[in-house]
């Protein structure tokens, strides 16, 4: 039976605009950057190894479906990150092509008149869909955008985390 499996994506958007001074402004051409900056989290059962690093290892299964959120450590706050293109390894169809899907969710919020009950928000939400084709492992890049708190960009940056897909 076909599974869903949530990957939630954060990342130190601080330590990267501190430690990469000269970081690319351009999505034509995204900085690498290093995997310590980005915390990828997954149910237990789905991980091979890698919880809460950049280079979770995921177990799938051929016909599962994989999604991806990305988050900064403010939570949008201070700087925000958004995934805008994906790059998979040529002639390794191991997963579709991961997709943007925009969804409207009903998110809990704090109720500052009565905490123990909280109010809910409609919110446009999003997230990153793909579904594993045949079994291996597959290496892949999500190139992502940091923006500032009036949406400018401030950096254009891509990792490579990875994928095993077995029966």
């Given at each position: 039976?076909?599974?869903?499996?949530?990957?939630?994506?954060?990342?130190?958007?601080?330590?990267?605009?501190?430690?990469?001074?000269?970081?690319?402004?351009?999505?034509?051409?995204?900085?690498?950057?290093?995997?310590?900056?980005?915390?990828?989290?997954?149910?237990?059962?789905n991980v091979v190894s890698?919880?809460?690093?950049?280079?979770?290892?995921?177990?799938?299964?051929?016909?599962?479906?994989?999604?991806?959120?990305?988050?900064?450590?403010?939570?949008?706050?201070?700087?925000?990150?958004?995934?805008?293109?994906?790059?998979g390894n040529i002639g390794?169809?191991?997963?579709?092509?991961?997709?943007?899907?925009?969804?409207?969710?009903?998110?809990?919020?704090?109720?500052?008149?009565?905490?123990?009950?909280?109010?809910?928000?409609?919110?446009?939400?999003?997230?990153?869909?793909?579904?594993?084709?045949?079994?291996?492992?597959?290496?892949?890049?999500?190139?992502?955008?940091?923006?500032?708190?009036?949406?400018?960009?401030?950096?254009?940056?891509?990792?490579?985390?990875?994928?095993?897909?077995?029966?």
């Amino acid at each position: 039976m076909s599974r869903v499996t949530d990957v939630l994506v954060s990342i130190d958007t601080e330590t990267i605009l501190k430690n990469y001074p000269n970081i690319s402004k351009n999505p034509a051409a995204p900085t690498l950057i290093d995997v310590n900056h980005v915390y990828m989290v997954t149910n237990q059962n789905n991980v091979v190894s890698g919880q809460a690093g950049g280079e979770l290892n995921l177990k799938a299964q051929v016909g599962d479906l994989i999604r991806w959120r990305e988050t900064s450590l403010s939570q949008s706050f201070e700087t925000a990150v958004i995934f805008y293109k994906f790059v998979g390894n040529i002639g390794l169809d191991l997963i579709s092509t991961p997709t943007p899907r925009k969804a409207v969710a009903c998110v809990a919020v704090p109720n500052t008149s009565n905490p123990s009950v909280p109010s809910c928000q409609k919110v446009d939400n999003h997230y990153w869909s793909s579904e594993t084709l045949s079994s291996g492992s597959v290496t892949y890049h999500f190139h992502f955008l940091i923006v500032d708190r009036e949406c400018k960009i401030v950096g254009c940056c891509s990792w490579d985390p990875f994928i095993t897909i077995r029966n």
